[in-house]
Structure formats: C-alpha cells, structure tokens
C-alpha cells in the first residue's frame, strides 16, 4: 500500500491539499470514536461533529484567510452560510476519510512509524533525528509518546487510503498528447477593426434619452463629502528638527568610537576575465585557462598593453570597454580568490598569474592605493550630528507622544494649543473626499475615517492622535467641508449623451460585423483594412479569454476562415484564420508537456477523489443540523 503512496506521492499531496485534516493533532481513533455528543452540528455514521470543533475550524480557516491575504483580509467573508456550509463540509470529509480508515484496519509496520517520526524536521537536530529533542517537544505540547505515536499511526493509515485512490488515477500519455496538441494549438490571424466611433454619426438619440438615463442612475453622479483641514504632524523628523547638538557632544562620540571611521584599505584595480564556469566541462575548463595563460604572456611582454588587451579579449561586459577598469574596492567587495590575489600585489603596476574564481580566469593589474585610515572629524561631524539628533528624537517622541494626545483632546477646539506647546507648524489639506483615494497622512484609514466622523464635522472637535506611522502622530480638524450631492443634469448632460452615442454606435459596429463575417463566410470579396498576420495562442495573455474562444472555437477544415468578436473599447472585430499549426509532444524533457501531465493529473486527481468521497457520503449516514449551522 505504501508503494501507492510512494509512486503516486504528488497525486496524494492534492488530495491532502483538497480538505484541512488536523490529523496529525487529533487522529483518526478520536474521530470514530467522538459520538453521541449532545452538541453535535452534524453526525457522520453516527460520529458526531461538534459545535466546538466547528468553531475552532472557522478560527482556523479565518487564521490562513489572514496569513495569505493580510491587510485586505475581511471577517465578514466567513459570515456568509455559503463560507459556514463549505467549512462544514470540510469537517464531513475528515470523519468521511477516518471512518473508512477505521473501517478497513489498516494496520502501519513500526519501522514505517518510526521513519516517518525521524523525518519530522521540529525532531531533528543538524539535520538527524534526536531523541532528547523529540522528548522535548512532545513535553512542551503536553503530549506523551504512545498518545503523539498513536495519532501518527492513524494518519499514515489515512495516506494508506488515499494511495489507495491515488492507484486510480492515470494519466494516459495519449490523452495528455491530445490535450497538448489543443492547448498549444497556434493559429496565424490578421484582423479588421469595426471601431465602434465610425458608427456614432448613424445613431440618433431620444430627446429624453440623457435624462431617463440621469434619472435611472442618479448614484453614478453623486459626489462624496469632501473637507478641507488644518492638521499637526508629530514625528521624530519634527522633533529632530527642534533639537540642537553641541560640537562637543559630536566630538565625545567622535572620540569614543574611532573604530566605526576607520576606512580599511582600498585598491584599484584592471583584469581581463576568460568566462569558464568552476564545475564546468574540464576540456573547456583546459581551453580557458591556456587562453588566460597566453594573455598573460603577453602582458608581461607589454604591460602597457593591458587596457589594449581587456578590450579585445575580457568576456566582463562591465569592465573591459573601460581596459578592464574596477575601480577602487575594499576588502569584502570581490569575490575571495579576486580580493586575495589584488591584495596580495606589493606596487601599483604589479600584474598577478591566473586566478581562477567562479567566474573563470582573471589577470589582475594593481593601478592604485589607498591606505587604510581614519575619516577626519570635519568629514564626519554632520553624519554623527544626524544621528546623535536621530537618537534623542527617538527619546524626546516618546516622551511627548501622550503629552501631544492628551493636548489635542483636552483643548479639542483649536490646533493652536498643540501647535504652541510642542513647536509644530499648522498645516492645511486640500479638498479631501469620503471614501477616495487621499494624501498623504491622510490615506490613513483611521484617520481618515476620524476626519468625517459626526464629532470631526459637526461638532468641529479635533481628531484623536491617530499613529498613521510608527513614530508618527496626526491629528487634524475640519475647516471645510461639502456634503454628498448629486451634479446636477445640465452639468453631465454631454457626457451622458457621449456614452449612450458610443453604447449604441457599439450596436451598430456588432450589427454590421455580423453581416460581414457571414459574407466573407460564403466566400463574398469585402473592402476591408486587415492588419499584418501574426500567430496566437489559447494561453496568451494580452487577447481578452472571451476573444480566444472565439478564435479557436472557429471551424478551419478550410482556410481562410474567419471569426468575429465584440471587443470591449473597440466595437467589433474580424478575425481571418490563415494557418493552423497542432503541435506534436516531442518528449519527456519539454517543460510544457511536463506542466501539462501534472496539471492534468490534479484534474483527474480531484475527479477521482470528487468520486471517492461522493461514495462514502453513500456509505456512510450523514446528518446535518441545518438550524444550528444558519444560527450564529
């Protein structure tokens, strides 16, 4: 059984993939035998799914929710009974698949257990299994041994069941050729644009279109509230900007730490690089090498030469246009055999013998040093300056952050106070609008949300200090502001009255499309404008999956044949099919046939186990309290 389980083990994954199974903290035993519970949701041959094992698997469920999709995560998306009945059905599947595991008594040899348990990486000490960190980790959880190998063993006899459904599943090389000869299918096309503007003098509106139209969707011209307002920014900048550092503190840091300014040596640096790849062929290997090592002769003929020389021959594309040029580098910068061979040369003008790096062969000319030292303190008194100020804003930010809050709430009237009491300047927005995209520190939601809260804009109170960045305080006031509205007719009148012109010039260019495609169909000579052929595909991704299927749905037992689409932002399209090439699946080594098999292989996969599972809900007794389910 194991063997199934080996020789299908990508097969088994997507099943394991297609239901939750916290097996490996439950097993398979608690599962058969939790029944009877007076809380139950749901039985499943007389098993009982509990209210509080459903809940937790909503927790969890809402858990991976959060992890994958982050700040765009919202709970609501698990209230609706569509979520609460899919998390349910889960549920059904684990005691579906554990049941039947109980049922058949499979039974796991204990050298596959103990196997499997080594594997475990949380067991594993560099990379081996580790007895005393095995004990370890089942006490932290609270767990003995016989309890964490007892769940193990009943969820290796689950993977024992769905290798037994994997064995199923196979995947016919003809049918994937098939299917690879379809997907692949090019189709060689030109096409002759109907644009929807050409037919915009053919229509003729109702004198009461624009207005039906205004009337019918007066919430397309609507206006959010907008306000305007003053707001204060506290930050570390603001506060760094306030402070002043003496020179002597400067020079006390200066002083204290001379290591962090020294500047170790520094060398510059030519070479000429022969490309060979370390673990490459070693007859290629041979071949880089004598040609370094004929280079190398003639530059110690002709040092002079080198910059001559690198660019006619160093495969660096970087350097060998500058004669091999580097630059100045300090030791770290260049890889080890590199930097070691540049600073193992004693004078400017030295040339070292081949080395050889990851990248191939070098020849190394030292042009120039610089001796290590430590920066001045004129060079670099305004850097520590920055970051003496940097660190006592950190400081003096902590230190006013609740001062500012509790300012800007106790006197919730006026900016001023705050202003005055913590030096900052009053700043004034534009007009922002309820529910848009706003500026900068007004993109915070919170704020944001503050901002047209009743108290913001009626009471004409303060916003909170709302954190809209780690160490950075806003708070803001109303100054202005415009309630929602509707724009009034007059105003839109014209641009209704564009939209439905182009709406029904679309009809038109669709209509007259179609009259086309039929001619050229019967074989009909058309004055038409048809652009440069060009192949496509069904996977390409710049023509609309609607246009695709129209393509390639288009009959081409004889060719030309044509197709016709609308497409959105153009009006219609003709389409003529002028070659057809079915590619033929050459081997085992093109990728594409290698994603094919295994994409077709899932799909087969989540049919067979669509079936299985089908199979046991017939087998086995399942009841679903439904009105515990709806109750929230």
Do not use: C
């Not at 749901?42 to 999709?69: C, K, P």
């Not at 299994?129 to 767990?143: D, H, I, N, T, W």
């Not at 502001?481 to 679309?506: C, G, M, N, R, Y």
């Amino acid at each position: 059984m194991f063997d199934a389980v080996r020789n299908n083990k990508k097969i088994v994954q997507i099943f394991l993939l297609l239901i939750t199974l916290p097996f490996a903290f439950w097993g398979v035993d608690s599962y058969v035998k939790n029944a009877g519970n007076g809380d139950s949701l749901a039985s499943v041959g007389g098993s009982s799914i509990s209210m509080n094992e459903f809940q937790q698997a909503m927790r969890e469920q809402q858990d991976r929710l959060r992890a994958g999709m982050g700040e765009n995560f919202n709970p609501a998306m698990l209230e609706t009974p569509e979520a609460r009945k899919a998390v349910l059905d889960n549920l059904i599947n684990q005691r579906l698949l554990a049941l039947d595991a109980s049922k058949m008594h499979l039974t796991v040899a204990d050298q596959q257990l103990r196997q499997t348990i080594a594997e475990i990486p949380a067991f594993q000490d560099n990379g081996q299994f580790s007895l005393p960190r095995y004990e370890a980790v089942l006490k932290a959880q609270g767990m003995t041994q016989a309890v964490f190998e007892s769940r193990v063993r009943s969820d290796l006899a689950l993977k024992q069941v769905l290798g037994a459904v994997a064995e199923g599943v196979m995947v016919s090389g003809n049918s994937v050729g098939q299917v690879y000869s379809v997907q692949f299918e090019e189709r060689v096309v030109s096409e002759a644009r109907l644009a929807a503007p050409q037919y915009a003098g053919s229509v003729k509106l109702a004198d009461d279109a624009a207005r039906k139209f205004y009337d019918e969707n007066r919430r397309r011209f609507e206006v959010p509230a907008q306000v305007k307002a003053e707001y204060l920014v506290l930050g570390q900048d603001e506060v760094a900007a306030q402070l002043s550092i003496s020179e002597a503190d400067v020079r006390k840091e200066y002083d204290a730490h001379p290591e962090r300014f020294r500047q170790g040596e520094e060398r510059r640096a030519s070479h000429i690089l022969i490309q060979a790849a370390k673990d490459g062929d070693a007859a290629a290997l041979k071949a880089a090498r004598e040609k370094a090592e004929a280079l190398l002769k003639q530059v110690k003929a002709n040092p002079a030469d080198f910059a001559r020389l690198a660019k006619e021959n160093s495969q660096d594309p970087g350097s060998a246009e500058k004669g091999g040029d580097l630059g100045f580098f300090a030791r770290g910068a260049m890889v080890k055999p590199f930097e070691d061979a540049t600073f193992g040369l004693a004078k400017e003008g030295d040339v070292s013998g081949v080395v050889q790096s990851d990248f191939g062969f070098h020849i190394i000319r030292l042009s120039g040093i610089k001796a290590e030292k430590v920066r001045a303190f004129d060079e670099v008194k305004a850097e520590i300056q920055a970051e003496l100020k940097r660190a006592e804003a950190g400081k003096r930010f902590a230190e006013m952050a609740e001062g500012f809050t509790n300012t800007a709430y106790e006197q919730a009237d006026s900016l001023k106070p705050a202003a005055e009491k913590y030096k900052l300047q009053i700043r004034t927005s534009e007009w922002i609008a309820q529910g848009g995209r706003a500026p900068a520190p007004f993109d915070n939601p919170k704020l944001l949300a503050a901002l047209f809260s009743d108290d913001a804009v009626k009471n004409k109170r303060n916003t909170d200090a709302v954190e809209v960045a780690k160490g950075t305080l806003v708070t803001a006031r109303v100054v202005e502001h415009k309630p929602a509205s509707v724009k009034p007719f007059e105003e839109v009148k014209a641009d209704i009255e564009k939209v439905l012109t182009l709406e029904q010039a679309v009809v038109l260019a669709e209509k007259d499309g179609e009259a086309k495609l039929a001619k050229l169909g019967k074989g009909e000579a058309l004055d038409l404008q048809w652009s440069a052929a060009h192949p496509i595909q069904r996977v390409d991704q710049r023509i609309p999956p609607e246009v695709l299927r129209t393509i390639f749905r288009a009959p081409v037992d004889k060719l030309p044949a044509y197709a016709g689409a609308k497409v959105q932002g153009v009006g219609y399209v003709l389409f003529r099919i002028e070659k057809v090439t079915r590619p033929v699946a050459s081997g085992k080594d093109d990728p594409r046939l290698q994603a094919l098999r295994q994409q077709y292989g899932r799909v087969l996969a989540e049919e067979e186990f669509s079936a299985y599972l089908g199979a046991l809900r017939k087998r086995y007794d399942v009841k679903v309290n439904a009105a515990k389910l709806e109750a929230k």
